[in-house]
């Protein structure tokens, strides 16, 4: 079992390998109040405040908080029917809320309600969220914001171990769901685009897309990172460069002429 000292060094070098603007988050589901890590700031009973998952999640990527969210905490409704805080409403599942504000008919939007990711009712009575390199507790996924070039680190990094494509259904809405709930259901990585909430209320911006990964995958990564900086192939160590019939590695030319290519210019 890796040790938490363990994961917040995973998240420094994370930091350090990527040059993250923001933390990765360690995220935990909690059953039960009391597994509540100590230190936890609680929106309403500590803030006076409600807040939107996405903005609490913010909080502990930007500013680097333990932020612990139960139902009377949350602000927006989606996390509290993904996480199984309430009872999806009849409403909701009718299609309502996707019916004239993302498609255009009921029934395609009841069928969007009724495919929309969720955790079995009352198994979990909230969620903690900090940075990975200050958490006090083992996270069950790592979620981290980052640009298309870090994205590309971190999936060739899933590749190295096992040879690990992520494959991941994109969806425009609810970015905190996506980006953690299949992850717990599958124990498969995801990318997640963020969501409009994510964007104008917890200042997500263009350039960002979210990669998860399960906290049993995350040794393997740093695996890969590690090998990745190595061959030469990190964050910071592609220069750009336009110019044609540029050197080609060793292997590269082995393989093209293997094919037939015109490579021996």
């Known amino acids: 079992m890796t040790a938490v000292q363990d994961l917040n060094n995973y998240g420094e070098e994370l930091e350090r390998l990527l040059q993250l603007r923001t933390s990765p988050i360690a995220i935990k589901l909690v059953g039960r ?38 139902k009377e905490d949350h602000w927006c409704y989606l996390p509290v029917i993904a996480y199984g805080l309430a009872k999806p409403p009849g409403f909701f599942m009718q299609g309502n809320m996707f019916f004239k504000r993302s498609v255009a008919g009921l029934k395609t939007a009841r069928n969007l309600a009724n495919k929309f990711p969720r955790l079995k009712l009352g198994k979990y009575v909230g969620v903690v969220s900090s940075p990975l390199r200050t958490a006090n507790f083992k996270p069950d996924l790592v979620i981290t914001y980052c640009n298309s070039n870090q994205l590309r680190c971190l999936l060739t990094g899933m590749k190295y171990r096992k040879g ?54 995350l040794g393997d990564l740093m695996l890969g990172m590690r090998f990745l900086e190595k061959l030469g192939q990190g964050y910071t160590q592609y220069a750009p460069d336009m110019k044609a019939d540029y050197r080609l590695s060793d292997l590269y030319v082995k393989v093209s002429r293997m094919a037939g290519m015109d490579v021996d210019k």
């Not at 405040?49 to 612990?68: D, E, P, V, W, Y």
């Not at 409009?196 to 990964?213: P, T, W």
């Open 33 to 70: 109040e009391k597994d509540i890590p100590k230190g936890a700031i609680r929106p309403k009973r500590d803030l006076g405040c409600h807040l939107a998952l996405c903005q609490g999640f913010a909080m502990s990527r930007r500013n680097k908080a333990t932020i612990a969210m139960l």
């Open 164 to 217: 690990e494509i992520v494959t991941s259904r994109l969806d425009p809405s609810g970015a905190c769901i996506h980006a953690t709930v299949p992850v717990i259901q599958t124990g498969a990585c995801q990318v997640t685009v963020p969501c409009g909430g994510d964007r104008q209320h917890a200042l997500a911006q263009d350039d960002e897309m979210i990669f998860s990964v399960p906290i049993s995958k």
